[in-house]
């Protein structure tokens, strides 16, 4: 193409971006328009507005979010025609809807990011927009077919990946390459795990294929929406514009800790504690926690009713507690059976004294009499209900788990291994947190909070039919013939009732993540090689349908009860339901800093092959060595300079190093310069120091230095050592 002719291309796609920024500002009056009257409450009923105004909020969000690069590319057919691709889907209403700019997850889309010259798709032409803010910049064009290809769309991958790192995680829907594609776009119900190296950009693929589930399953998924799990908030924070940004927002963001609403993390396990709380071996030592508070009485516990002192002896208390076990009700829903049979046997046993000499079975009315009465007193009586608590206690989660933790003897009762011993009870750590959500479950409700609330239900009825008797009787008054009709006919109690009870006004997220018991119709988990069986457990819970997008590197793995093959997690539950796809390009580290990182990973993990970086910095890693009293001085001079460039830094050590991050709170995160303190430490903590170490180093989209103050480690002798940074 001339310059001439460019120019001309040029003004002409500016013009046509121009006007699709009016359609959608259009759009965006529209839908305040709507907005604003849904608010007034103009017609419908209260639940009708409601969700009006819900659906309404939602469109104005989209449109929001495709402000800033609403189309960012062209595709042109080889008989003519030419498509325009964008963030989300605009049409002509005066013409037949006919679409003036295709969404991204459109199938039509698709060849966008998947055409090459061998495999054109009957394409001739991808163009690729520059785009700042509303404003058309500059264009790439790839012609398919020619013979030298034309010139390559690579031009706009290379920019996103070279440009200055922002505070979070940028989307990637104009430059996603063939191999994302295929991932994002993959049709399968179960299961899906991606694996990749640093920087291969598996984060942001799952948060794209959530956008297209979302897309194209929308009916089905939005009603439950995504629960998303990350290894940190600082991870979370980082990733958590991408969505919006692609006009999702029914998506529910957590930690692991965060999956019991209402749970505060504040202590951390040792290594060995969390391995040993990851197994799924410690569902027997909950089972016999539980079992071990099933007591049997040493001594008959005497029950003082008023005409005579009966005993819950052994024998009786066994009897109830087989009866109980064997009902297959969780633990705190057992109890009414438990109570049920106590209370037979004391009743009987209690009759057969009082009535002795001239109460006998034959009189019916009288035996079933004195039962009711005994029944009413055992009810009322503080000492039964205390013999009940001792020997089959309500017991909540927290508490169960807590007085296991500090009690050597019962540690030993529940066949539990000592080292779970702790001085507070309460402290909960992150690897308490499926213990505590598979209690729930194990205990079951407190079935007599779960009556008191039903009560304050029937009484709420019983109000609302009294005032509906009182409109009843105006009624008669303001009628003024038989055919009169008003509103309180068409009403019944429990629909007044309904008037009373305030209504819910939270978004779908924030009902999510307050309710335990909810259930998403997908789940993507990051960093899933740290979560531990009984994480999984959680998740499984979590998503009935077992629809998930698992993200991890089993090369990066830092926990102890992490996995070590995907099978072994996943095989449990989803027998062969889940597919394993991987990607093998670098968008993030460069080569020089790869190179590195690479010969590490051949020292640790010799069989698992390193990402090919897609591009080259033009800057060598160095390193320095120095004093202990040098080390505070060294560590300011590099934010002082990385302070006064474009972009992001960090200083990653060991634990204790001032200024510094531990590796895995870095975890997913990027960032433009790297300093990693003292590496020679991260090595040796632990068995897994070198998977953290590789983590430190594979952080820096363009410059990494080292300081260490002993010999530097020998796999990182390829740096080149330096006085001052490069």
């Not at 009373?500 to 998403?520: H, I, M, P």
Request: proline share 5%.
């Amino acid at each position: 193409m001339s310059t001439q002719g460019y120019e001309d291309e040029l003004r002409s796609e500016r013009s046509y971006v121009a006007g699709l920024y009016t359609r959608l500002d259009a759009e965006r009056a529209r839908a305040k328009g709507k907005y604003t009257a849904a608010l007034r409450g103009n017609g419908g009923t209260p639940m009708e507005r409601d969700v009006e105004v819900r659906a309404l909020a939602k469109e104005m969000k989209r449109l929001d979010v495709a402000d800033n690069g609403l189309c960012f590319g062209r595709l042109d057919t080889l008989s003519g025609e030419h498509s325009y691709i964008g963030r989300i889907g605009l049409f002509d209403k005066e013409n037949d809807y006919e679409p003036v700019l295709l969404d991204w997850r459109a199938p039509a889309s698709r060849a966008f990011y998947t055409a090459t010259g061998a495999n054109p798709e009957n394409m001739r032409r991808r163009r690729q927009f520059h785009t700042r803010g509303r404003q058309l910049v500059d264009f790439t064009d790839e012609v398919f077919g020619r013979p030298d290809g034309g010139e390559r769309g690579d031009a706009a991958l290379l920019a996103a990946v070279n440009a200055p790192r922002g505070e979070g995680m940028r989307d990637i829907v104009a430059t996603i390459q063939a191999e994302q594609d295929a991932i994002i776009r993959l049709d399968h119900p179960g299961v899906l795990v991606i694996e990749g190296g640093p920087g291969t950009g598996k984060t942001v693929v799952a948060l794209h294929r959530v956008a297209y589930l979302l897309y194209t399953q929308r009916e089905r998924m939005e009603r439950h929406g995504v629960l998303v799990v990350g290894p940190n908030p600082a991870f979370l924070n980082h990733i958590g514009r991408v969505l919006p940004s692609l006009g999702e927002s029914d998506v529910v963001f957590m930690t692991t800790g965060d999956l019991v609403p209402g749970l505060r993390v504040t202590a951390e396990d040792t290594p060995e504690v969390a391995r040993l709380k990851g197994s799924l071996k410690i569902l027997d030592v909950l089972a016999a926690a539980i079992a071990d508070r099933q007591r049997l009485p040493k001594h008959p516990l005497p029950i003082a009713l008023r005409d005579v002192t009966m005993r819950i002896d052994a024998e009786t208390a066994e009897w109830a507690r087989d009866e109980a076990r064997a009902s297959g009700l969780p633990h705190n829903e057992a109890r009414a059976v438990f109570t049920e049979i106590v209370t037979y046997v004391l009743t009987e046993r209690a009759i057969a004294r009082i009535g002795r000499g001239w109460l006998t079975r034959e009189d019916r009315e009288a035996w079933e009499q004195l039962r009711a009465d005994l029944l009413e007193e055992l009810a009322d009586d503080d000492t039964f209900t205390a013999a009940l608590d001792e020997l089959w206690p309500i017991l909540t989660p927290e508490n169960l788990l807590a007085q296991l933790y500090t009690s050597p003897e019962r540690l030993r009762a529940a066949g539990a291994d000592q080292a779970l011993l702790r001085a507070d009870g309460d402290a909960w750590t992150v690897s308490d947190v499926p213990l505590l959500d598979e209690l729930v479950d194990l205990l079951g409700r407190d079935k007599p909070a779960d009556q008191a609330a039903e009560r304050e239900r029937k009484a709420e009825a019983e109000y609302a039919a009294g005032v509906l008797d009182i409109l009843k009787m105006e009624r008669q008054d303001l009628m003024d013939d038989e055919d009169h009709l008003l509103a309180q006919d068409l009403l019944h109690a429990e629909d007044l009732a309904d008037r009373f009870v305030e209504r819910d006004t939270r978004d779908l997220v924030e009902r999510a993540a307050a309710d335990r018991d909810w259930t998403y119709r997908h789940v993507v988990v990051d960093e899933a090689q740290e979560l531990s069986e009984m994480d999984w457990r959680v998740l499984m819970r979590r998503c009935p349908g077992r629809s998930f997008t698992v993200v991890g590197d089993l090369a990066q793995r830092r926990s102890a009860a992490g996995a070590t093959s995907w099978d072994t997690m996943l095989e449990p539950y989803v027998p062969g339901r889940w597919v394993y796809r991987s990607l093998s390009v670098n968008y993030r580290t460069p080569a020089e800093i790869m190179t590195v990182a690479a010969a590490l990973l051949a020292e640790f993990a010799p069989g698992v092959q390193p990402p090919e970086s897609v591009r080259a910095c033009g800057v060598q890693p160095w390193s320095r060595r120095v004093t202990e009293d040098e080390l505070p001085a060294a560590i300011e001079e590099f934010v002082r300079d990385e302070a006064g460039r474009e972009g992001t830094s960090v200083v990653i050590g060991p634990p204790g190093v001032p200024g510094a991050v531990v590796a895995s709170e870095t975890k997913g995160l990027e960032f433009d310069a790297v300093l990693v303190v003292e590496p020679e430490r991260i090595l040796a903590d632990g068995p897994r120091g070198a998977a953290e170490l590789y983590v430190a180093l594979t952080r820096a989209t363009q410059r990494l230095g080292i300081l260490h103050q002993g010999p530097l480690p020998q796999v990182l002798t390829g740096l080149a050592e330096t006085g001052t940074p490069a």
